[in-house]
């Protein structure tokens, strides 16, 4: 059987990651088929994994296995990615192309951050939030090579009587029964950068996502946004009103018309940034110092503070490693 157009589906790379998974082979009605699978397909041949293993903690153990190509081509989005926070603005963009398995939103509380759980229509069923719990953890960590991070988890279901395999996958709080589904963790994992971060790659694996969504590669629009930050990087007076008055629109339509396309003005800012730094760093003739000022920084400390961020060197080890080529 396979989704029709407009049935909840989840994509066969997404389905694989059950299909893949050790304790799950050999499920009666596997499908071999590249075609999506129906939702309410999988998540029977979910249920029957978990009766036929016994294992209360296989949901947990599927999404501690999942991998970017569980994700197909947005996996390679989201692997050559800048940071996190990147990854987390694409990973909502393009996942329709995954199929209907919920989404998520992104809420900044403070020094707090908390990636939430959207489900399609009602709740998600208890297997579905553990999958997607551990699958984002395990993510993170992969992408960023930090498997020191640690996360909350707040879970709908309720609490199950062993929690020894949540304690030692999460590391942090743990809540049953809570009202909405979420990871929380430390804002500042959203600035780590992806340790295969490639800009060149990106916007090609970008276009072909795009593709797949009947999009551009980039649209006029983030176009022009990016020419307006450019043009005034030098001046330190780029700011979201600043490229909307140049865009003549208001602030809250280019933050709508930007969040629809799945980033955020900081967003857009950094990858201008990024992308002139190291075009700067390759000219030998452009001083550190130079680079900053051009980019918009006060301080040549902060620049650099802000491109090992974004690409795990200092500019100075990346102009480098450049040159040396």
Not at 69 to 75: N, S
Not at 174 to 196: I, S, T
Not at 260 to 276: C, K, L, Q
Not at 284 to 304: K, M, N, W
Request: hydrophobic letters at 40%; one cysteine or more.
């Amino acid at each position: 059987m396979t989704a029709t157009k407009h049935e909840p589906a989840v994509s066969a790379e997404y389905a694989s990651s059950l299909f893949e998974f050790p304790g799950a082979r050999g499920l009666p009605g596997r499908s071999r088929s590249d075609a999506p699978i129906p939702l309410d397909e999988w998540l029977a041949l979910l249920e029957s994994a978990m009766r036929e293993t016994g294992d209360p903690d296989l949901a947990l153990k599927i999404g501690e296995s999942f991998k970017v190509k569980h994700l197909g081509r947005v996996g390679y989005v989201l692997m050559t990615c800048s940071t996190l926070g990147e990854v987390v603005a694409q990973a909502r963009r393009y996942n329709r192309l995954v199929g209907g398995v919920g989404g998520t939103r992104l809420v900044r509380r403070g020094k707090s951050a908390e990636l939430q759980q959207e489900w399609t229509s009602g709740t998600p069923p208890p297997a579905i939030e553990r999958i997607f719990a551990a699958a984002t953890a395990s993510l993170a960590r992969w992408l960023s090579d930090r498997p020191d991070l640690r996360f909350g988890v707040w879970f709908r279901c309720a609490r199950p009587a062993d929690l020894t395999y949540h304690e030692r996958l999460f590391g942090g709080e743990l809540r049953f029964g809570a009202r909405e589904m979420k990871l929380v963790f430390p804002a500042w994992y959203l600035d780590l950068p992806v340790a295969l971060a490639n800009p060149e790659i990106h916007s090609l694996v970008v276009a072909q996502a795009d593709a797949l969504l009947g999009g551009p590669a980039e649209s006029e629009f983030l176009a022009t946004v990016k020419a307006a930050i450019t043009r005034d990087l030098a001046t330190n007076r780029v700011s979201l009103a600043s490229v909307a008055r140049a865009l003549a629109t208001s602030t809250r339509t280019l933050h709508r018309r930007l969040e629809e396309r799945g980033r955020s003005f900081r967003d857009v800012m950094n990858e201008v940034r990024r992308a002139r730094a190291e075009a700067y760093l390759r000219s030998p003739a452009i001083s550190l110092a130079e680079v900053a000022f051009l980019l918009g920084y006060s301080e040549q400390s902060t620049f650099q503070h802000a491109f090992k961020r974004w690409s795990g060197e200092t500019p100075g080890d990346f102009r480098a490693r450049n040159l040396n080529r």
